[in-house]
Structure formats: structure tokens, C-alpha cells
């Protein structure tokens, strides 16, 4: 194969990275069926699975119901096996999943750009046209996290501590969400040693895991992208109002015209559109949902619905006590 054939081969394959647990493999379905329903039938995309459970079973079963789509790869990277490369001993992974994204950087050799997807949202967009964008000297393509910069705005003293001790931000008004990146996988490699970001994943449990790791290593060298690629939902019907609206003006103004023609929905939260009928933007996941072979597995709000009428205020009740906690939750954090 010529150098030529050879790089056109490489525009027409998107690397996506993303992470998943056995509970959360229906989900993971939905997800990379919503990249596929807006994709280019020209191009490959290829699925890189980091995880630390799936069994042969649970791969196969994954396959299986995406065989429909004979553009779409997958492939399963077990971490246990994986980390034997630069850690003396295994890892303490507990609670950390979210971490084995980073673990792309230095096991993904074959590639110098990828996409890193969470499980939880759904695609409106072809992201090869997120793949396409320009890094230049960036390590990282995101967007910033206006729930963060919210509620460091807030003034919550304990928030504020951890992120000037544990995880030293030098601007916290430009930290990113790390649910949907573009990431500079040759820059990265480059700029830091072999195994870097798995050694200091395995050190310490960071608050949010990942999204603290990059946000605190990369900063000043992360490109912004259109909010569109990554819209977080108004979790709880709390968020925007309470959290979101407290940063910056022209920042929030970005992201709710981000809210009407979303590229990418994120339900970044507790509250997700399978375990809540009153989810903000929850319709756009089961769109995707109710045509994929799962559709009959999940618990969508339409059964919800169907409950007897006696039983249907709990579900309005389970929504109220949820809205109150994150309430209170952020309350708590201000003391």
C-alpha cells in the first residue's frame, strides 16, 4: 500500500474511544448506534471499548446487535492486562472507570488524533466532522464545563480548596468537560512520558476522575469547540437555572442557542433519560433508543406512563425528592 493510499485509508477510519460496564453495555449500544444512524456509510468508525469486566459473552452479545451496521468496528481493551505495562502492581480501579480513557493515550499507537465519547449520550451529528477538527499545537478539543465554572463561582469554599490543593487549576474559568474530546493523541505522547496518565490515574482518587487529570495537565493547550458538540441536559431541571447560569454571561449565552440544535446530547448526572420520565432532553435518546434491538429491554417513560393513574404521582414524587437533593447537595457545598 502506497504512503498516499495509506493516509486516505486513515481519513476514512473514525477512532472513537469510549468506556464501558457490563451494566451500562445497553446504553453503550444506544450511544454507538446514534453515531452510526448520523454517520457516513463512506467512512469506518472504530470503537475502542477500554473496560475491566466484559466478558467474551458481553463482547459478542454487543456485536451481534450491531451487525446491521458493516461500517462499525468494535474492539475491547481490558485494562487489567493493559496496566501490567507501566504499573508495578494492579491498579486500585474502584470507582475510577471513567479513568480508562486515559489509557488511549499510549495503547492507541495507531492513531494520532481520536474521539473520546462517554456511553451516556446521544449523537445528532456526524462526528467525523468533530474528528475534522483543526488541534494544531492543542493536546485537546473540548468544551468548557459550565456546571464547573458555575459553581466555582458560587463561592463554595470546600470546591474551591480541593481544586487549588488536590488538583491546581491555573484558570478554573476555562476548565473543559471531558464527556466529548478530540484528542491530540501524537501531541500527548510526545509532551508526556510512556504511561504518564495511567500512572497518575492509579496514584489517588480524583473527583472527577479523568476531566480533573486532563483539565490539570493540559491546561493551556486545549482548543474550544462549538458547545453544540457537547450539550449537557438541565439535570434535575436544576442545573441551568442554579448552576449553569452563574457563569459567564457570554458563556451561557452560547450554550442555551447550543440547546436548540444540538450536535451532541450529554447526560452528565444522576438523572438519566432510562431512570427518569421527566429528563430534560430525554426524547432525543429514546429516538435512538426504540430502534435498536433493545428497544423492548429498557425501561422507557412510555411504560412509565402506562402505570395505573393511583400510581403515577411516585414518579412524579421520586422527580420533586430529586430536584430537592441536588438543591440541597449544592447548598452544602456553599458552606
Not at 459550565?146 to 490543593?165: A, S, T
Not at 444540538?262 to 432510562?274: E, L, N, R, S
Not at 420520565?277 to 412510555?302: K, M
Amino acid at each position: 500500500m502506497t504512503t498516499e493510499s495509506s493516509q486516505q485509508m486513515n481519513r476514512d477510519i473514525i477512532p472513537i474511544i469510549t468506556v464501558s460496564s457490563a451494566a451500562y453495555l445497553k446504553y453503550a449500544l444506544v450511544m454507538i448506534w446514534s453515531v452510526m444512524q448520523c454517520g457516513d456509510r463512506e467512512k469506518r468508525y472504530a470503537f475502542y471499548i477500554f473496560h475491566d469486566e466484559l466478558t467474551a459473552e458481553h463482547q459478542a452479545w454487543l456485536k451481534t446487535q450491531l451487525r446491521s451496521w458493516d461500517n462499525c468496528d468494535l474492539s475491547f481493551l481490558d485494562i487489567r492486562e493493559l496496566e501490567k505495562v507501566f504499573l508495578p502492581k494492579t491498579g486500585d480501579w474502584e470507582g475510577k472507570s471513567a479513568c480508562f480513557s486515559l489509557f488511549s493515550v499510549d495503547f492507541l499507537q495507531q492513531y494520532d488524533k481520536a474521539l473520546a465519547l462517554d456511553v451516556d449520550l446521544i449523537v445528532r451529528r456526524d462526528v467525523a466532522a468533530l474528528y475534522d477538527t483543526e488541534l494544531g499545537d492543542a493536546l485537546l478539543g473540548a468544551v468548557c464545563d459550565l456546571d464547573f465554572i458555575g459553581q466555582w463561582r458560587k463561592g463554595n469554599k470546600k470546591y474551591r480548596h480541593y481544586y487549588r490543593c488536590s488538583v491546581p487549576l491555573s484558570d478554573p474559568s476555562t476548565y473543559i468537560q471531558s464527556g466529548v474530546l478530540v484528542l491530540n493523541l501524537s501531541g500527548l505522547r510526545q509532551r508526556f512520558p510512556p504511561g504518564f496518565f495511567i500512572q497518575i490515574a492509579a496514584k489517588a482518587k480524583y473527583q472527577y476522575d479523568d476531566q480533573d487529570i486532563w483539565n490539570q495537565y493540559c491546561a493551556g493547550c486545549i482548543k474550544r469547540i462549538d458547545y453544540r458538540w457537547n450539550v449537557l441536559h438541565d439535570n434535575n431541571r436544576y442545573r441551568v437555572r442554579y448552576v449553569i447560569d452563574l457563569a459567564p454571561k457570554a458563556e451561557v449565552e452560547q450554550y442555551r442557542r447550543s440547546r436548540q440544535s444540538p450536535f451532541i446530547i450529554h447526560y452528565a448526572g444522576d438523572q438519566k433519560p432510562w431512570n427518569d420520565v421527566g429528563c430534560d432532553l430525554g426524547e432525543a435518546f429514546w429516538s435512538v433508543a426504540n430502534q435498536t434491538p433493545v428497544a423492548d429491554e429498557l425501561p422507557s417513560p412510555a411504560a412509565k406512563q402506562r402505570l395505573p393513574k393511583w400510581l403515577q404521582p411516585i414518579w412524579l414524587i421520586r422527580h420533586e425528592c430529586s430536584r430537592i437533593y441536588s438543591k440541597l447537595y449544592i447548598k452544602m457545598w456553599r458552606r
